[in-house]
Structure formats: structure tokens, C-alpha cells
């Protein structure tokens, strides 16, 4: 299986801060199949990046996601009270699919 | 607009099995090219993907769980099914079911059923 190592574990940012999270994977995936969730307390998770880079619909362009082979981020660039959450990566190139450990992002 | 709603036990005692259902309204599971997945959270928040079925009836299963789980659907009904066989303590989790398509993107959730398993 593929194992994606997601960092850090917890970030404590301020509003209007630019924030990154990484996700390292065991073995090169195609940037297709790379895929970023956003879970608030007590919701579902939603897709917030798709394919690396490309935003949801209705996804504010403030977040943002890059890279290739074995290394992704995302990046929300000017964090706002309602991004609240934990985010996670997640590779749907080989079964089984994996998903990262989880950011859980919290406002100052 | 496809919704995804789940309904569980809730309560489940240990080595008994898990079940829980997935109905679906908006789209029809038999949809090409669509795979109906069954995603669990366990307390402290590590997500696992358990298994799918898809548009054309194949499944696939987590390696990690082959021989307790099975997934099935009925298409007249529009639902998928997930069955988790001998369960512990240790399935306690929060289950999921989600729309993926090709790329494995998990573009539509259920709202997730909660499942203690407690004797």
C-alpha cells in the first residue's frame, strides 16, 4: 500500500496567515490522482483540491495545491476563521486507497 | 445532485457483525463510471477506506480487511451495503459511504453513521 506521510500534525495559525501542509508518498503517484479534504468537527469530509491542483466547486481561491511524483502540498494562503478543520491528503492511484494522518488547523 | 445517506446499528456487541446502508438518491449506483465506497474514521481521527463496489457490480477490498468485510448493492433499491464480520472493539468508528469516480476522487459523502462496538 501506499503510505502518505502528511506533516505537520497540527498547525496553530492566525487569520490572514499563509499556511502549508505536505504529503510525502511512499512511491511516486500521478498528480491526477491526488486528492485534498477539508473535515470540520462533526461534518463529512469535503473535497477541497482534486488532481494536485485543481480547486472544488464553490472552493474559495485562497487554497491551492501543488506537486508531482512523491511530493504534494496544499497551501491556503490567508487563513480565515471558518477554515477551521483537518485537512487530508489522499491517493486514488492503487488500491488500496490511503489517505494522510491529518492537519487539524487551529486559529490563535 | 446526488446525496448519500448512511444507517447503522449504532450499538454493536463484539464479535457479532457490523451492518450498515447506504441509500442514495440523485444518481443511479449503476451509473458509469462510478464506484460506491465505504470509508471509516476511527476516534483520533485516522481515516481508512474499507472497500467499494462498482457501477458495473466489481468490488474491491481493503487487503486489510478481506476476510471479515463484504460489500454488496441492490439496484432496485438504489443502495450499497457494507458488512464487517467479527467485530471488536477496535471497529468503533464513525462509517462512511462516498461516490468516487476514475481518478479517485471522493466527490460526494453520506453524513456517517456511528458505530460503537461495546459489550
Known amino acids: 500500500a501506499i503510505v502518505l506521510n502528511q506533516s505537520p500534525s497540527s498547525i496553530i495559525a492566525s487569520q490572514g496567515e499563509k499556511v502549508t501542509i505536505t504529503c510525502r508518498a511512499s512511491s511516486s503517484i500521478s498528480s491526477n490522482y491526488l486528492h485534498w479534504y477539508q473535515q470540520k468537527p462533526g461534518a463529512f469530509p469535503k473535497l477541497v483540491i482534486y488532481?494536485?491542483?485543481y480547486r472544488a466547486s464553490g472552493v474559495p481561491s485562497r487554497f491551492s495545491g501543488s506537486g508531482s511524483g512523491t511530493s504534494y502540498s496544499f497551501t491556503i494562503s490567508r487563513v480565515e476563521a471558518e477554515d477551521v478543520a483537518t485537512y487530508y491528503c489522499?491517493?486514488?492511484?492503487?488500491?488500496?486507497?490511503?489517505f494522510g494522518s491529518g492537519t487539524k488547523l487551529e486559529i490563535k | 445532485q446526488v446525496n448519500l445517506q448512511e444507517s447503522g446499528p449504532g450499538i454493536v456487541k463484539p464479535s457479532q457483525p457490523l451492518s450498515v446502508t447506504c441509500s442514495v438518491t440523485g444518481y443511479s449506483i449503476t451509473t458509469s463510471y462510478y464506484y460506491w465506497n465505504w470509508i471509516r474514521k476511527f476516534p483520533g481521527n485516522k481515516l481508512e477506506w474499507m472497500g467499494y463496489?462498482?457501477?458495473?457490480?466489481?468490488?474491491y477490498y481493503n487487503p486489510s480487511l478481506k476476510s471479515r468485510i463484504s460489500i454488496t448493492r441492490d439496484t432496485s433499491k438504489n443502495q450499497f451495503f457494507l458488512q464487517l464480520n467479527t467485530v471488536t472493539t477496535e471497529d468503533t468508528a464513525v462509517y462512511y459511504c462516498?461516490?468516487?469516480?476514475?481518478?479517485?476522487?471522493?466527490?460526494?459523502w453520506g453524513q456517517g453513521a456511528s458505530v460503537t462496538v461495546s459489550s
Open positions: 462516498a461516490r468516487q469516480d476514475y481518478w479517485g476522487v471522493m466527490d460526494a
Open positions: 489522499q491517493q486514488g492511484s492503487s488500491n488500496p486507497f490511503t
Open positions: 463496489i462498482s457501477y458495473d457490480g466489481s468490488i
Open positions: 488532481s494536485t491542483s
